[in-house]
């Protein structure tokens, strides 16, 4: 049997062709902002993760420049090796002053970061206990670990205190979970995660992705949210949402992250994050720690955005993050609806299974802190126009 062969059926991407509903790969002509040029058309983009709006900071931009000038593209070795930059540490140390962590260790993606932590912690004999919609990164870094995978129902305490209590005495275990969810948008139940990680003896991993920068003071994510700092053992980052870059970060003891340094093959064996990516989040960093109104702007903006929403009757799901899900249901009218949103003038993510389940397709709004509530208006009256409400 020829392995291209399942290359060669019909699938679901040439349907979506077919019937014009296709929802990927559209084409920016502009900077990553809160309008851009897409395929020749002025949008109001309500579908990216810049939360902070600084892929467009001069201050940002000018450091991706001057660490091009001076380092030149890349670092052209691990980190291990010869690809570790002044720079890189420079970074790390203030990610963990930042955080309130021992120390702090940077990989060349957010997906690769939890690939690396996850498979150097999780050893012969340990569990994972994951909550169901963590991040496709968390299942694979399972997947790449020799540990034993639990998943209890999402956000579901008595599922999780089930699921420990299937960890044998003598077993390892880490409970791993998004600190906000990047589809609902909701906040995870972290005090009661950490209470339950108490009473069973297990640590506790956050995916801070769509935390930092976002909640917490002055950005610091999911734990600062909760006073629950000292209870983390891991948090992990990236650098391609609020810090408006490419790159990921892991925060923990020294003793944990000098472990993790030295055994995970993810890190060990990938190049280091190039010069102006990591000038650009590192002054990214600083941009948030001296001005910590900007985690604010953002909630302003996102709760300006919900008003809008109930006003207009369109439903949305409700939570205290920039990400708004709107209920589209099924698949084709989900893909249909962004379409027509899409040609209205507002960019917005359809998110389909297997992300969701099959009846619960939605359309993913988020938000930055540079939008105005001019911008919003607009952007929620094209949506309204075409998901129907008052």
């Not at 993510?349 to 992300?355: D, E, R, S, W």
Request: proline share 4%; hydrophobic share 40%.
């Amino acid at each position: 049997m020829d392995i291209f062969e399942k290359m060669m059926r019909p699938n679901i991407a040439d349907e979506l062709r077919e019937k014009n509903v296709y929802p990927y790969f559209h084409a920016l002509e502009s900077r990553q902002d809160t309008v851009v040029q897409m395929e020749g058309k002025r949008r109001i983009m309500l579908g990216s993760n810049n939360y902070l709006g600084l892929t467009t900071n001069e201050r940002v931009i000018e450091a991706g420049i001057k660490a091009l000038e001076k380092y030149g593209t890349g670092c052209s070795g691990s980190r291990f090796l010869n690809g570790t930059l002044e720079m890189h540490l420079e970074l790390e140390k203030e990610l963990a002053e930042f955080l309130h962590k021992d120390a702090a260790m940077t990989f060349s993606t957010g997906f690769q970061s939890n690939l690396g932590i996850i498979s150097a912690v999780v050893g012969m004999g340990d569990y994972v206990i994951s909550d169901k919609e963590n991040h496709a990164s968390i299942y694979d870094g399972i997947k790449l670990s020799y540990g034993k995978m639990l998943r209890f129902k999402h956000a579901d305490m008595e599922d999780l205190e089930r699921q420990l209590q299937k960890v044998p005495e003598n077993a390892g275990s880490l409970i791993v979970t998004d600190g906000v969810f990047s589809m609902g948008g909701d906040i995870a139940k972290l005090p009661e995660i950490v209470a339950l990680a108490k009473k069973y003896g297990a640590r506790v991993m956050v995916d801070d992705a769509h935390g930092l920068g976002v909640i917490g003071e002055g950005g610091r994510g999911t734990a600062s949210y909760f006073g629950l700092e000292d209870e983390v053992d891991i948090y992990m980052g990236t650098f391609s949402k609020s810090l408006a870059s490419l790159g990921g970060y892991m925060a923990a003891s020294a003793r944990v992250v000098d472990y993790v340094r030295h055994n995970s093959r993810p890190f060990i064996f990938s190049a280091s994050i190039p010069p102006a990516s990591c000038a650009t989040a590192l002054a990214a960093l600083r941009e948030l720690k001296e001005h910590p109104e900007l985690p604010e702007k953002l909630a302003h903006i996102a709760g300006y955005a919900r008003k809008c929403f109930r006003e207009k009757g369109v439903s949305i799901r409700e939570a205290e993050t920039p990400i708004i899900p709107i209920y589209t249901h099924d698949i084709m009218n989900t893909l249909e609806t962004a379409r027509k949103i899409y040609e209205g003038g507002v960019y917005v993510n359809p998110v389909l299974p297997p992300a969701t389940p099959p009846s619960d397709c939605l359309l993913r709004t988020s938000y930055m802190a540079t939008l105005t509530e001019a911008l919003v208006d607009e952007a929620s009256d094209i949506i309204a126009s075409v998901v129907g409400g008052k």
